[in-house]
């Protein structure tokens, strides 16, 4: 694998060594890096996060101070070195954004939230696309992109589910538990594909794109905290790895900070870390194209950041809006009294991160594995359970003994659906997101749906319902964070149109969760990067270079 040292480009004369320059490297980056690569663009990915890869997250780049990867009951988790907080040294693999009425999760490193994800691909429903979107976008008109996309992920249903074929000895009990509760409340269940490798050990990624060895999925259940056996077949080893092998450069621990606007070029301001979380450098680099996939919180950031510098003065004023929270909601079903043998006869814990669904149209709740941070928030964060989480947190073996026997017979539900993504996000007075969510987000009418189907669930299950303690307290939490620079017809209600362009910069592109400007009701990834696709083929249609013609109209 290649590193390539970060240097500035300081001088405003110098000759731009980056056709494209791609700031983020998730499903969004990934894809138009690849891409672009492929056609032959000279093409530079920043990247803030570091490269994790392999057996016990051991970062690739070597960092001997790396926590090892976590286990079940350890409480060090979310709390620890896991964090992206590199003002105080921290540069973990998860981002947790704090915000007065919201928590979201995202992931930080080479490969951006596929490093983090539970794997499941899936296309957004067809009614999505009939409202909120600019009318060039359908279903229809995304299929070919997400038969591409499909091409990397290589989604498939998991072994030992109902239905599923697979070796005996894998069962995945969360999924017979949710297929059998579905029957008993009369609701539609069924499998999820997820971009797992299920072959034998060994075995080198599947699809020829990638150039890290990978290994069969073991089913241990901990794919939301990474994967020890290296068989996600996540971005880094798949598009990345395909688009670095055609001459692509990745820099590493590189946080782009702003971006300000020069006749034509873009200037990109960033700051370089070392292992231990010191700035290492600040410099800036230009190009005339480039492509902001930092995230959804990333990229509405960087662009709120750049125009309140004046960097970028004339974005539109629908920056920060129609952000949605997919209709997040984490919850779990405990059994308060079960007794040790009880719990011994059960590992929800085992199989892939999620195996299935109940799909109640516009909403969707997924059977989830819990490693510690879901065992935390929901059951050791339960009331009653306070003072094991306390000592847990505290990192107490006897706390961290119960985290672990209540993470084996914890049922963890996730949701997903299609809120009315009325957020905004602003950046507060110490230069921090902050959302504006009118009447809160759990006053959505399908967050309230989600909590109560999942209550329904959790006692025909037998079991206790129990929100996660943050969404109690009216604070939500986000995994799938939508919008914010969102897609339309025109820049009176977007920020780009629908080819990823930004209104009134040309050359300036997104590609990420931020455009999506509705909710898509099933879990994002897939159509993040069917959507990615599409812009990056239309980029290469527009692409300005110093012969370009004069940018055609988007269709
Ligand atoms: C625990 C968890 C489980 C999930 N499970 C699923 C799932 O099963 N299926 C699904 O579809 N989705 C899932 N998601 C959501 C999914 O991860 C995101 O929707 C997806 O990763 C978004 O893709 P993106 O390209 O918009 O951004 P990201 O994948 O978040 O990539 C953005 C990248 O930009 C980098 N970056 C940010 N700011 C800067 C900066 N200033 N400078 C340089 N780099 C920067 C980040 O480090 C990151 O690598 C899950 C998310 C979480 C947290
Ligand atoms: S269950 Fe998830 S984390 Fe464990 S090996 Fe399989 S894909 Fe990796």
């Known amino acids: ?34 891409r672009l690569a492929q056609a032959g663009k000279k093409v530079l990915v920043l990247e803030r996060g570091r ?8 970062p690739q780049d070597g960092d001997p101070a790396a926590t090892p990867f976590p286990q079940i009951g350890e409480s060090h988790f979310f709390w620890g070195s896991q964090i992206w907080h590199p003002s105080r040294q921290r540069l973990g693999l998860f981002e947790l954004r704090q915000m007065l009425n919201l928590q979201g999760v995202a992931a930080a490193g080479v490969g951006g939230g596929s490093l983090v994800w539970g794997n499941v691909a899936i296309e957004a429903p067809e009614n999505i696309f009939r409202a909120g979107w600019p009318g060039d976008i359908t279903y229809e008109v995304l299929q070919p992109y997400y038969r591409k996309a499909e091409g990397y992920l290589l989604p498939l249903f998991v072994p030992g589910v109902p239905g599923i074929p697979g070796e005996k000895n894998r069962r995945v009990i969360r999924s017979e538990m949710f297929k059998a509760v579905a029957e008993k409340t009369g609701k539609k269940w069924q499998p999820v594909r997820v971009a797992v490798n299920f072959g034998d050990e060994a075995v080198p990624h599947a699809n020829g794109h990638g150039h890290a060895r990978q290994l069969g999925c073991n089913y241990c259940g901990l794919c939301s905290a990474g994967c020890p056996q290296n068989a996600k077949n996540t971005v880094d080893i798949t ?30 301001h960033f700051r370089r870390y070392e292992l231990d979380g010191r700035v290492a450098e600040r410099g800036s680099i230009s190009s005339h194209n480039v492509v902001l996939a930092a995230g959804t919180f990333g990229t509405t950031e960087l662009l709120l950041q750049s ?13 920060g809006t129609r952000f949605s929270v997919n209709g997040n909601v984490l919850s779990g079903a405990l059994r308060r009294d079960a007794t040790d043998d009880e719990i011994a006869k059960l590992d929800t814990n085992s199989g892939p991160a ?13 059977d989830f594995a819990n490693p510690t941070w879901t065992a935390g928030m929901i059951g050791g964060s339960n009331f009653g359970r306070v003072w094991s989480f ?43 997101l902050s959302l504006e969510w009118p009447g809160g987000i759990n006053s959505d009418p399908v967050v309230r749906e989600l909590h109560q189907t999942m209550a329904e669930l959790a006692h025909a299950q037998g079991r206790e319902y129990v929100p996660n303690v943050f969404s109690i307290f009216d604070r939500p939490l986000t995994y799938h964070p939508l919008g914010g620079c969102p897609m339309a017809d025109s820049q009176d209600s977007g920020v780009v149109d629908s080819c990823g362009r930004v209104f009134g910069y040309r050359g300036l592109y997104l590609a990420d969760g931020s455009v999506i400007p509705t909710a898509v009701g099933r879990n994002p990834s897939f159509t993040i990067a069917a959507v990615a696709e599409r812009i990056a083929e239309r980029m290469l249609q527009t692409i300005v270079n110093q012969e370009a013609p004069p940018t055609p109209v988007c269709k």
């Open 354 to 366: 999620i195996g299935s669904m109940i799909n109640c149209g516009s909403f969707a709740i997924e």
């Open 307 to 319: 125009k309140a510098r004046g960097g970028l003065p004339g974005i539109s004023k629908a920056l």
């Open 51 to 58: 490269r994790w890869r392999g057996k016990n997250l051991i």
């Open 1 to 34: 694998m290649r590193e390539v040292p970060a240097m500035s480009d300081q001088h405003s004369d110098a000759p731009l060594r980056y056709e494209v320059v791609v700031i983020g490297s998730g499903f969004g980056g990934g894809t138009v890096a690849l």
């Open 390 to 432: 306390l000592r847990a947190l505290a990192g107490h073996p006897a706390g961290a003994e119960a985290m672990r026997k209540k993470a084996k017979d914890l049922l963890v539900y996730i949701g997903v659906g299609r809120d009315e993504s009325r957020g905004r996000l602003k950046l507060n007075a110490f230069g921090s």
């Open 239 to 268: 598009y990345l790895a395909e688009a670095e092998a055609l001459g692509a450069e990745v820099r590493p621990l590189t946080e782009v900070t702003h971006l300000e606007s020069h006749n034509g070029t873009y200037r990109i």
